[in-house]
């Protein structure tokens, strides 16, 4: 069964400051592996995609993510953060079916504060 | 981008009354959607996945009898709480898939009194 566990229930980082969120998986095949942001009330917005190819992936807002298969991560970066990054972050991993992925796992989240 | 609609965005009942909540793809197609459950500060929690034309598949735990979820079009997904009761107070977010992407609403606050 697949799984994902992100270590980090809150981080608090302040303004133009790097910002790097944890994402395990625990799946035995390649995964596809997903990060979506959720705004207060809001529902989730796609954030980046990895489903093969380049392991390095860039993503809207400024945010990548790497996957690194030998350590079942998948963690996204931003190299400055602004006030509005303030969300909770969502990892997820889905198996691959067909052209496709199944349903897919999220992990417990990340709340991201933002201080000036 | 696409779109996925849902309504209402927030809705308050009593005990006991059954609630809809309707999740609509505005400007595509999707074949598989999807239903979750968000309660606060908590992660998304499948509840069942529907494809159009067919039944919804649920996930363990969740009572089919008392989410109704029905997949009429390729467009529209209906959630129903029935006999509804505060533990069913809760931010239900739906989602849509179509081959290579997915798609989520803004989601719906239900409370029940």
């Known amino acids: 069964a697949q799984s994902v566990t992100q270590p980090d229930i809150h981080i608090t980082v302040s303004e133009g400051a790097s910002l790097e969120l944890r994402c395990n998986y625990s799946?035995?095949?390649?995964?596809?592996l997903f990060w979506y942001v959720q705004s207060p009330g809001q529902g989730l917005q796609l954030l980046l995609k990895y489903f093969s190819g380049d392991t390095l992936v860039q993503g809207i807002k400024g945010f990548e993510a790497e996957f690194k298969r030998s350590q079942s991560s998948f963690n996204l970066r931003k190299p400055s953060v602004h006030w509005s990054d303030a969300a909770e972050y969502f990892c997820a991993v889905g198996a691959k079916t067909g052209d496709s992925w199944g349903k897919l796992q999220f992990g417990a989240g990340t709340q991201v504060v933002v201080t000036p | 981008g696409a779109v996925v609609s849902q309504h209402p965005s927030w809705v308050i009942c009593k005990s006991g009354t059954s609630v809809k909540i309707e999740c609509r793809s505005l400007d595509f197609q999707a074949t598989t959607m999807f239903w979750y459950r968000q309660f606060p500060k908590q992660s998304l929690m499948l509840m069942a996945t529907?494809?159009?034309?067919?039944?919804?598949?649920?996930e363990q735990g969740v009572e089919k009898d008392k989410f109704l979820i029905n997949h009429a079009s390729l467009t529209l997904s209906t959630l129903t709480v029935t006999s509804a009761h505060p533990e069913d107070s809760s931010f239900y977010i739906c989602s849509a898939r179509v081959p290579g992407e997915q798609y989520f609403g803004p989601g719906t606050r239900l409370t029940v009194t």
């Open positions: 799946y035995g095949a390649t995964p596809y």
């Open positions: 529907s494809n159009e034309g067919s039944k919804a598949t649920y």
